[in-house]
């Protein structure tokens, strides 16, 4: 557990970076900071290997007060990822990885064995490891850039934007990435970012920080995006903070219709305005309204009981009938929630 404990950050100038922050960022979590430029984010996470000293309080490692720690020692048990991966450049790939393992003495061989497994793990072909940085994706760079950073499986990792200048495609593979890495790792982890959305979707717990480096609240992002603190965070939430609030409402209790399905070739129809045309081996085909039996309009599908509200109700915009298809994780159909479901569903959440 990273613990800041009324931490406050004055530059020579007189800047207040970090104002009174306290907070903790509990073992095996992803805690987010977040906020716009210049509350301070980066300098309370280069507080924590001490790349930047406090002013005033402490911020104690599983109890232990950083301050205490001479800072090579620190960085051991802490990895770095920065924007744009910070890559040697005249050192091939492999070696970047390597290169903790390398200062920590590990002979050659293992150091490289080891780069070469973590390549794999962040999903890197290891036909790269012989390449030099900038022969590699700016995606790939932070896949390297995060490789590096697990090389001497530190219990901490500090990670800076890592991911912010890489197109949303890549950016979107990449924090999947991490999240599908974290529920191997478990590593105890503090993410910097601007991005709100980012934030959401990685953070265990967020921390909103307003300009002069003051919590504005700490909180998971369910209760962020349904709870928020005062004007300041709403307003850094954005507008359409009850369409993204529905990514943490389930659907397993949304209500399904099995009587809206026909069976591909079969014809004939429904006693509803709407029909589901189903293949033989239950994937949906189209949707076919009474008065156009021959023509398939387009579906939308989600995956019942583990996609969310938000997935299910993208789904039903996504088809002239306003319903969404309910699959199983094999794509098969297992019912079509309509527009009533839905509502009765969406009612439920608000209220809760
Ligand atoms: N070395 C320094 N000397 C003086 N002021 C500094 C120094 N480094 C940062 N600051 C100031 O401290 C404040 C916080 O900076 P910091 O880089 O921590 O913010 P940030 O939230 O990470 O911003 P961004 O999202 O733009 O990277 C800013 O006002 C910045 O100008």
């Known amino acids: 557990m990273i613990t800041f404990d009324a931490v406050t950050k004055r ?26 430029s210049g509350c301070g984010k980066t300098t309370s996470l280069r507080m924590i290997n001490r790349m930047i000293d406090a002013t005033e309080g402490q911020i104690l490692l599983d109890g232990v007060p950083v301050q205490g720690i001479d800072p090579p020692t620190l960085r051991r048990g802490i990895g770095y990822v920065i924007q744009q991966a910070g890559l040697f450049p005249h050192r091939r790939i492999v070696d970047n990885v390597a290169t903790v393992p ?37 995606g790939q760079q932070q896949r390297v850039g995060v490789a590096r950073a697990l090389a001497a499986d530190p ?36 993410f ?17 920080l307003r300009v002069g480096g003051r919590l504005a609240q700490l909180a998971d992002p369910k209760t962020l995006l349904s709870d928020p603190a005062d004007d300041f965070v709403r307003e850094f939430l954005g507008r359409d903070r009850g369409i993204r609030r529905l990514q943490f409402v389930s659907t397993a209790g949304l209500r399904l219709r099995t009587d809206l399905t026909v069976e591909e070739g079969f014809g004939g129809g429904t006693a509803e305005p709407w029909a589901l045309v189903v293949s033989a081996d239950g994937a949906p085909v189209g949707w076919v309204a009474d008065a156009r039996p021959d023509v398939l309009e387009p579906f939308g599908t989600f995956v019942h009981g ?47």
């Open 11 to 36: 530059y020579p100038d007189g800047t207040v970076a970090v104002d009174g922050l306290s907070l903790e960022a509990p073992t095996g979590e992803i805690t987010v900071f977040v906020g716009p």
């Open 102 to 138: 390398y200062l920590l003495g590990w002979d050659r061989r293992k150091a490289r064995a080891r780069a070469m497994e973590l390549l794999e793990r962040v999903g890197l072909d290891s036909a790269l490891a012989r390449r030099y940085p900038f022969q590699l994706s700016g």
């Open 155 to 190: 219990p901490v990792l500090l990670m800076d934007e890592p991911f912010s200048a890489v197109d949303p495609v890549v950016r979107t593979s990449l924090q999947d990435e991490l999240l599908r890495l974290q529920a191997e790792l478990n590593k105890t982890i503090v």
């Open 192 to 208: 910097v970012t601007h991005d709100i959305d980012e934030a959401i979707k990685l953070g265990d717990r967020v921390a909103v």
């Open 306 to 352: 583990r996609d969310s509200m938000r997935s299910a109700l993208d789904a039903a915009l996504l088809s002239p009938s306003g319903c969404a298809v309910g699959v199983d994780e094999n794509g098969k159909v297992v019912g079509v929630a309509t527009r009533e479901a839905l509502d009765e569903a969406l009612a439920e959440a608000a209220d809760g």
